[in-house]
């Protein structure tokens, strides 16, 4: 993970209007938390494999019928 102050140098170097953009999509982030907006599924689609999503899914209806 960046430190912060690498950030910084980074939106720093960007020319005026690219960091409004930054700045726009840092407020975004802000305001969304932890919910699941478009960006932050755009940002966590393909973060586990394929295996790992078939995983998933076999534990889920397991646990789901289950209790039905």
Do not use: F, W, Y
């Not at 939106?11 to 999509?25: E, H, I, M, N, T």
């Not at 907006?37 to 078939?54: K, N, R």
């Not at 998933?56 to 789901?64: A, H, N, T, V």
């Amino acid at each position: 993970m960046a430190s912060i102050n690498h950030i910084v140098e980074d939106l720093r170097s960007l020319p005026p209007q690219k960091q409004d953009v930054a700045a726009d999509l840092i407020r975004r982030l802000k305001a969304t938390g932890e919910g699941s907006s478009p960006l932050s599924l755009s940002l966590t689609s393909g973060s586990i494999t394929d295996a790992e999503a078939s995983e998933l899914e076999r534990i889920i209806e397991d646990g789901c019928e289950s209790r039905v």
